[in-house]
């Protein structure tokens, strides 16, 4: 399929070390169609670690670039390293990203790389999406993540998306937008759309979100 060039995204995916950047690149193409299957870091067998050095260590040394296509429009995905020591593969992505994907983990909150990816992305002036990942962890603490990026970032911090049920049992979002609940099958893919959720009383439901 050709795309117009209005048509290309150019996102690249940043975190510190151990975030789920690689998770997440790897579900962006399976739900995308672009693999048949999930692979996993552990495992060996993710699309954007596929360097000997990189199945050694155990997580990203180097940007790679993978690529879906997603409605009308084709999205070029650069996972990059978290790793300070490899800064400059992260450098050389951001100079030819129009979206920045800042992922943290819902386990340990704003972690210090985040800090200073930060940094690069005002430099660049790159618009960025914040993603808080591993929702579905037995310490998840989505809340608290959040309140660490607006208080580390700034106001900017918007939230439009959160989890209804994080956890071990996390199945469904909130999409405070579109006022929508999201239901996710086991094992992925299109999600089921319900009701939003209104609170029975003034005040109960807490109204926020991953940005």
Same mark, same amino acid.
């Given at each position: 399929?050709?795309?117009?060039?209005?048509?290309?995204?150019?996102?690249?995916?940043?975190?510190?070390?151990?975030?789920?950047?690689?998770?997440?690149?790897?579900?962006?193409?399976?739900?995308?169609?672009?693999?048949?299957?999930?692979?996993?870091?552990?495992?060996?067998?993710?699309?954007?670690?596929?360097?000997?050095?990189?199945?050694?260590?155990?997580?990203?040394?180097?940007?790679?670039?993978?690529?879906?296509?997603?409605?009308?429009?084709?999205?070029?995905?650069?996972?990059?390293?978290?790793?300070?020591?490899?800064?400059?593969?992260?450098?050389?992505?951001?100079?030819?990203?129009?979206?920045?994907?800042?992922?943290?983990?819902?386990?340990?909150?704003?972690?210090?790389?985040?800090?200073?990816?930060?940094?690069?992305?005002?430099?660049?002036?790159?618009?960025?999406? $914040?993603?808080?990942?591993?929702?579905?962890?037995?310490?998840?603490?989505?809340?608290?993540?959040?309140?660490?990026?607006?208080?580390?970032?700034?106001?900017?911090?918007?939230?439009?998306?959160?989890?209804?049920?994080?956890?071990?049992? $996390?199945?469904?979002?909130?999409?405070?937008?579109?006022?929508?609940?999201?239901? $996710?099958?086991?094992?992925?893919?299109?999600?089921?759309?319900?009701?939003?959720?209104?609170?029975?009383?003034?005040?109960?439901?807490?109204?926020?979100?991953?940005?």
């Amino acid at each position: 399929m050709s795309f117009d060039s209005k048509q290309i995204r150019n996102v690249v995916l940043l975190g510190h070390s151990g975030v789920g950047k690689t998770t997440l690149a790897e579900a962006m193409l399976f739900e995308g169609g672009e693999i048949s299957r999930r692979g996993s870091v552990e495992e060996g067998n993710t699309v954007s670690d596929y360097t000997d050095l990189e199945h050694e260590r155990g997580g990203s040394l180097f940007a790679s670039l993978e690529h879906v296509s997603w409605k009308d429009s084709k999205i070029n995905l650069i996972d990059t390293p978290g790793l300070d020591d490899f800064i400059g593969e992260v450098v050389s992505a951001l100079r030819v990203a129009t979206t920045a994907v800042l992922v943290h983990n819902a386990r340990s909150g704003v972690e210090v790389g985040a800090e200073l990816l930060w940094e690069y992305i005002e430099t660049f002036d790159t618009p960025a999406i $914040f993603v808080i990942n591993q929702i579905d962890h037995e310490k998840a603490d989505f809340d608290a993540t959040l309140e660490q990026a607006i208080a580390r970032f700034g106001n900017k911090v918007m939230p439009f998306q959160y989890p209804l049920n994080p956890g071990l049992g $996390f199945n469904s979002i909130i999409d405070a937008l579109r006022m929508v609940m999201y239901y $996710f099958p086991n094992g992925g893919g299109k999600p089921e759309k319900h009701p939003f959720p209104m609170p029975k009383k003034r005040g109960q439901m807490k109204c926020t979100a991953s940005s």
